[in-house]
């Protein structure tokens, strides 16, 4: 059974600090997807991924896939309120195309 | 316009009632799904429609049922209401099946007391 395992489960800063969230997996993804919920919301996409080693930025936040396309890192860089929220990793198989759904890590950011 | 619109946002019933929550996409979208969002916030994929065949359904009581009368609407029906299905249920589309960035609508609380 394909998992993708999310840390750390919660994390809860002030204001301006950075923080890097992980999603590791022992399966190979021929893609992979971040999505943020806000509260009473459902997933929006931030960013797909695709090749092994790309990194790729959107303002604060930089989205990296392993170089064996295993894993991903999510760092935000001066983290500010409204970047609470449930941050979702999903691994695409390649075999089958089913997107497969990390645990989530719940952010909050204090003012 | 909201691109995934799900109705009713909340219900609370008992248990043994049968229930329906609505989904309209309005992306022209070829694929729509139904995801279950439990307490600690997993995402489980429940179906996927693509252009009105049904293309996954996981492990899910037969209890549930989803109806797709056209490429637009997925609906999702649950008979014999349990506890344990208090839950939020997303649908979400995709332009293709199984690729690209997934649309989700707001989601929709169940409540069974």
């Known amino acids: 059974t394909q998992l993708l395992e999310q840390s750390p489960q919660f994390l809860s800063i002030q204001e301006g600090e950075n923080l890097t969230v992980y999603c590791n997996s022992s399966?190979?993804?021929?893609?992979l997807q971040w999505y943020r919920q806000e509260p009473g919301e459902g997933p929006v996409l931030l960013v797909t991924v695709v090749t092994g080693g790309e990194v790729k930025k959107l303002k604060r936040l930089t989205f990296q896939f392993g170089d064996a396309r295993k894993d991903s890192s999510l760092h935000i860089t001066a983290a500010q309120p409204g970047d609470t929220g449930l941050y979702l990793c999903?691994?695409?198989?390649?075999?089958?195309?089913?997107?497969?759904w990390g645990l989530g890590t719940s952010l909050a950011v204090n003012p | 316009d909201t691109a995934v619109s799900q109705t009713p946002k909340y219900l609370v019933t008992q248990m043994g009632n049968d229930k329906s929550i609505k989904c309209e996409q309005n992306?022209?979208?070829?694929?729509m799904y139904w995801y279950k969002q439990d307490s600690k916030k997993f995402l489980k994929i429940m179906f996927s429609y693509n252009n009105k065949e049904l293309i996954i359904n996981e492990t899910v009581p037969n209890r549930f049922s989803p109806k797709s009368p056209d490429k637009a609407h997925l609906n999702l029906h649950i008979n014999s209401l349990e506890l344990g299905d208090s839950a939020v249920y997303f649908c979400?589309?995709?332009?293709?099946?199984?690729?690209?960035?997934?649309?989700f609508g707001e989601g929709s609380r169940l409540t069974v007391l």
């Open positions: 979400a589309s995709s332009q293709e099946w199984e690729a690209g960035e997934l649309f």
């Open positions: 992306l022209g979208h070829d694929t």
């Open positions: 999903a691994g695409r198989d390649g075999n089958n195309r089913k997107l497969i």
């Open positions: 399966s190979v993804f021929s893609s």
